[in-house]
Nanobody
Framework: QVQLVEPGGGLVQAGESLRLSCAAS????????MAWFRQAPGKEREFVAS????????YYADSVKGRFTISRDNAKNTAALQMNSLKPEDTAVYYC?????????????????WGQGTQVTVSS
């Protein structure tokens, strides 16, 4: 499995932008689906975005479509989540994940490698 490290996170005001990155180690990065999930206090971990191994296919939660962009650079073994027009309801711990299958609205159980999580706080 892939080991994931998530530099990034921070405190921003509503309407601002933030970029999260996920550095992966392992031999299977280029064929793994990469995804971002988030979890707010008292809520279940929810899907945010995912990208296929080649980068050709992406999926987004309805709540972030048009605002967030997931990307990957297989040569650098990194994935990123560009978050624009942030809203207070985006406040959560964000986790990157890797797994073998891409599908719309995936479950956390679809992924077998996880980053440690990084806090994103959006103030109003």
């Amino acid at each position: 499995q892939v080991q994931l490290v998530e530099p990034g996170g921070g405190l921003v005001q509503a309407g601002e932008s933030l970029r999260l990155s996920c550095a992966a180690s392992g031999r299977t990065f280029r064929i793994d689906v990469m995804a971002w999930f988030r979890q707010a206090p008292g809520k279940e971990r929810e899907f945010v975005a995912s990208i296929s191994g080649s980068g050709a296919l992406t999926y987004y939660a309805d709540s972030v479509k048009g605002r967030f962009t997931i990307s990957r650079d297989n040569a650098k073994n990194t994935a990123a989540l560009q978050m624009n027009s942030l809203k207070p309801e985006d406040t959560a711990v964000y986790y990157c994940a890797a797994g073998p299958i891409i599908r719309p609205s995936p479950l956390p159980s679809d992924f077998d490698s996880w980053g440690q999580g990084t806090q994103v706080t959006v103030s109003s």
